[in-house]
Structure formats: C-alpha cells, structure tokens
C-alpha cells in the first residue's frame, strides 16, 4: 500500500531552522506531485508548497516564500521541506501529501488522496 512518512519535526526558536523529510513507499512509481500542508491548533489545513516531480517545478504559499524550501531526492523517493527564518506563526502539524493529476501545484488539501501522519513543528519566541 501508499505510505509516506514524515520526519525531522521538532522545537526550535524563533529565526532558527528547520528540515522535514517525506518517504514516499509502496507507489507503483513516484507520485506526480508532492505536496506540504500545516494544520495549527483551532486552524484550517493550508498548503504550504507543492513540488512537481516532472520537470521540478514548485509552487508556495505567500506566508512561506523565501523562507521554505522544497526539494526531492529521486534516488531515496524523498521530498524535503527546508525551512529558515521560521516564526512562532509556523507553528503547526506538517503533513506530507502526494497526488497524480490534477490542478498543476496546487496547494489544496482536497485534490491530495495519500496523506501521512505529520510531524510536529513548534518554534517559540
């Protein structure tokens, strides 16, 4: 079965960084698209960026652009969410999610249908 695994959540102050990790196992080949989103406490899910495995294109959420980075690995079937600068408004659940067709990027929790189990992200400040 379809399983991607977060990783490499944690604590961290404000203006520090951290680096997330998402292992896609079990796809019959690597999925089209590979999406982060974040859910705060009493908050909506929201797309944070979108990776396109066919030509390696990204897409951002305002909130995160020149902070964020995301990134994959082709030979460990990883995508990575790099993140500088982070601020105590990041703080949420990440998750990784991953699609195959669809709106090109898109940064819409309700196109995505495998989803992982999140890891958590906390900064203070």
């Known amino acids: 079965a379809e399983q991607l695994m977060e990783s490499g959540g944690g604590s961290v102050q404000a203006g520090g960084s951290l680096s997330l990790s998402c292992a896609a196992s079990?796809?019959?080949?690597?999925?089209?698209?590979v999406a982060w989103f974040r859910q705060a406490p009493g908050k909506q899910r929201e797309g944070v960026a979108s990776?396109?495995?066919?030509?390696?294109?990204?897409n951002y959420a305002d909130s995160v652009k020149g902070r964020f980075t995301i990134y994959r690995d082709g030979a460990k079937d990883t995508v990575y969410l790099q993140m500088h600068d982070l601020k105590s408004e990041d703080t949420a659940m990440y998750y990784c999610?991953?699609?195959?067709?669809?709106?090109?990027?898109?940064?819409?929790?309700?196109?995505?249908?495998?989803w992982g189990q999140g890891t958590q992200v906390t900064v203070s400040s």
């Open positions: 999610a991953a699609k195959v067709g669809g709106t090109y990027l898109s940064l819409r929790k309700h196109e995505y249908k495998y």
């Open positions: 079990g796809f019959t080949s690597a999925p089209e698209y």
């Open positions: 990776f396109y495995t066919g030509n390696g294109n990204t």
